[in-house]
T-cell receptor
Framework: KAGVTQTPRYLIKTRGQQVTLSCSPI?????VSWYQQTPGQGLQFLFEYFSETQRNKGNFPGRFSGRQFSNSRSEMNVSTLELGDSALYLCASSETGGGANVLTFGAGSRLTVL | AQSVTQLGSHVSVSEGALVLLRCNYS??????LFWYVQYPNQGLQLLLK??????LVKGINGFEAEFKKSETSFHLTKPSAHMSDAAEYFCAVRGETSYDKVIFGPGTSLSVIP
């Protein structure tokens, strides 16, 4: 099976711009979760989607949004970028999410905001 | 709310020495517990998980962890460290329902000294 694919791997934006990150889960996985990883805050949960519905959401401002398509691919969007949004954004998929389901992570999208 | 603590943000061991990475969780009910490893510029990958049953769990690359309910701990060990074990290690916990998100600890960076 192909792994979790995240695009783009690296990107540089300036403050005020917006960005869209993409995640293709493992075939057959219906749950997609997004995490923000920074040196100071560690791994912070952004949101989880299952069958095109947001099932769980972390404590991030409304500038952070996401969606999931019928083929389980997911995108997350950050509007009005701030310097503090610079981070590694990780996507993880699992079969159904919850419980003992194992998260399989992509390599991440590294966002730098100037 | 569930939380995870990892004692020691950085651990150094000599090659061939015992590796011990500590993890404690707070949960009102026995959760699902995981250890993930992250190598530089990569996403996280699963080392092992505890669901139910045997409290000593064996994972990949010679790692194992023991679930101790009375101590709310899930420490990760490896009898003999190898240079390739140098990485960031994350302990994680998740509740039983499909609405429970995976909560990660702050991580422990392991260095292996030749």
């Amino acid at each position: 099976k192909a792994g979790v694919t995240q695009t783009p791997r690296y990107l540089i934006k300036t403050r005020g711009q917006q960005v869209t990150l993409s995640c293709s889960p493992i075939s057959g996985h219906r749950s997609v979760s997004w995490y923000q990883q920074t040196p100071g805050q560690g791994l912070q949960f952004l949101f989880e989607y299952f069958s095109e519905t947001q099932r769980n959401k972390g404590n991030f401002p409304g500038r952070f949004s996401g969606r999931q398509f019928s083929n389980s691919r997911s995108e997350m969007n950050v509007s009005t970028l701030e310097l503090g949004d610079s981070a590694l954004y990780l996507c993880a998929s699992s079969e159904t999410g919850g419980g003992a389901n194992v998260l399989t992570f992509g390599a991440g999208s590294r966002l730098t905001v100037l | 709310a569930q939380s995870v603590t990892q004692l020691g943000s950085h651990v150094s061991v000599s090659e061939g020495a015992l590796v011990l990475l500590r993890c404690n969780y707070s949960s009102s009910v026995p959760p699902y517990l995981f250890w993930y490893v992250q190598y530089p510029n990569q996403g996280l990958q699963l080392l092992l998980k505890y669901t139910t049953g045997a409290t000593l769990v064996k994972g990949i690359n010679g790692f194992e962890a023991e679930f101790k309910k009375s101590e709310t701990s899930f420490h990760l060990t490896k009898p003999s460290a190898h240079m390739s074990d140098a990485a960031e290690y994350f302990c994680a916990v998740r509740g039983e329902t499909s609405y429970d998100k995976v909560i990660f600890g702050p991580g422990t960076s392991l260095s292996v000294i030749p």
